[in-house]
């Protein structure tokens, strides 16, 4: 299933990366205002990797960059929630 609930940050790598304190700041109020969350979490970045490229969610290409990576994580979760809810 690819049903996004979440906003995608991948056009904006360039973006985020050079933005100023107060844009991240509003980008976070935004994604606030609009019912998401942003939540840190600590985990082994390997081991994560590994498990979705194993489950078919990451590219093995993609197991350096963070945007698709959080991207995989997002779509994961939206699926989780989708189908938990249908």
């Not at 056009?11 to 606030?32: D, F, H, W």
């Amino acid at each position: 299933m690819n049903t996004r609930l979440f906003p995608s940050d991948a056009e904006l790598v360039g973006v985020v990366m050079m933005a100023t304190p107060a844009e991240r700041q509003r980008r976070y109020r935004e994604l606030r205002k609009a019912g998401f969350c942003v939540l840190p979490v600590k985990i082994d970045e390997f081991a994560l990797t590994e498990a979705l490229i194993e489950a078919g969610r990451l590219g093995a290409w993609d197991e350096d960059d963070r945007v698709a990576i959080a991207e995989a994580i997002e779509q994961l979760l939206a699926d989780w929630i989708v189908e938990r809810d249908a």
